[in-house]
DNA sequence: CGCATTTTTGATACACGTCAATCTCCGTGG
DNA sequence: CCACGGAGATTGACGTGTATCAAAAATGCG
């Protein structure tokens, strides 16, 4: 996992793409930040730099006319997070990590962010937002499966596993209490559909695998 | 409104930032297109070109799973759309005028988007996000003022000034009945917060005036 | 004028919110 | 090792805001 890859390659890694993105692994790993569930990964108006997120979930958070924090977006595997801190060198929201993760500084290496990978982070973030829209509509079980499905990624055993993030988090996305989010996840586990995924020699209690029907 | 500006100025226009501005609506008027409330604007796997929002509000739709057309984003005057077109030369949702509005050709000239331009409207996607998932909770009282405070815009007199769009697309946006919406817009008539503007010789019969309290 | 679409209104049903009590988990310190 | 405490999760009883269904009225358009 760790071993430099980049002493492995016979001729310039960048010639394949395998080599390259074994190389880029290699380089994440190196400048990757790990957060755990709850922990605040930047703050609004603090000055910062923009991630792209390895592994884990994120949410946004934004203040509202009260003072409080109001659920604005998420962030999943890929996705890019704070760019506004190119142009403003601000950050405009508050991020909190939803799941333990990990994150690398965007963009990779000392290069800018060319145009092309703008366009691609934008069109990422608008399907997102669609994504964000409908986790609000529809009954209380459709929309934490459709949260679930979000977050969920397929693991080596072909199963979809994945971190739940805690019930004031599922709560505040799909816009409904946290009791009814309680009961919705209890008639997930006793269906099955969701259930506890143990990793031996871990203490993480929150991984569970999904299993659709 | 249509009178060529760029003959009126004594100097180069572009030393002054009034003068650049109108400037530019000369140069928007030009190029501009209208659509009508209900249009379709563009069809998702269509090529075309991205927009620039002059005036009206637009809802953004995705396909859904059943073949069926989900709300997926909201644009309004300012905003940019379709610039997934300028990646993938295709669109990635259905776009439809929920008022009467005009969008003109973006990035505007010939030239090509900047980064900077890029950054701007990336900035102004994930506040639009925070919008829009806001605009799906509270009470339906609630959503509803949201939504017309972001379509209102400060006309001439003061006043908030916009056209409402058609109930089926305020219930869909909020994920509210069209039934709900029609109390609920009622009851705003009945209290004087909406208030119906009659433009003479002008047979738009969805102009509102907006007045908080 | 006549038809299709949209809006309005009323009666009833229900999914989820609210409130309150209890339970589980997990870190902490004696 | 166990008692303690706080945060979060669970469960139950009950209330309510909005969905649903149905029918009438208004609007827009050729």
Redesign the interface.
């Known amino acids: 996992m760790m071993r430099n890859d980049l002493t492995d390659a016979k001729i310039s890694p960048f010639h394949y793409s395998a080599s390259r993105k074994r190389c880029q692994q290699h380089f994440e790993a190196c400048r990757t930040r790990s957060f755990h569930q709850g922990e605040q990964i930047y703050c609004a108006r603090a000055s910062g730099i923009s991630w792209r997120v390895i592994s884990g979930s994120i949410r946004?958070n934004?203040m509202a006319n009260d003072g409080g924090m109001?659920?604005?977006?998420l962030a999943v595997e890929g996705d890019v997070i704070g760019?506004?801190t190119?142009?403003?060198g601000r950050y405009?929201?508050l991020a909190v990590a939803l799941s333990d993760c990990e994150l690398a500084p965007w963009p990779e290496g000392s290069s800018?962010?060319s145009?092309?990978s703008?366009?691609?982070?934008?069109?990422a973030?608008?399907?997102?937002?669609?994504d964000?829209?409908?986790l609000?509509?529809g009954l209380a079980m459709d929309r934490v499966m459709r949260l679930i499905a979000m977050l969920a990624q397929r693991d080596e055993q072909a199963d979809f596993c994945f971190a739940l993030p805690k019930g004031q988090d599922i709560s505040e996305i799909t816009?409904l209490t946290k009791e009814t989010i309680s009961r919705t996840i209890s008639i997930l586990k006793q269906k099955g559909i969701l259930r506890k995924k143990v990793i031996p020699g871990q203490s993480i209690h929150r991984n569970y695998i999904f299993r659709e029907r």
């Open positions: 946004l934004r109001l659920f604005a977006n760019t506004e190119l142009l403003m405009e929201f800018s962010a145009r092309d703008l366009l691609r982070i934008l069109a973030a608008e399907r997102r937002t669609a964000v829209v409908a609000r509509s816009d």
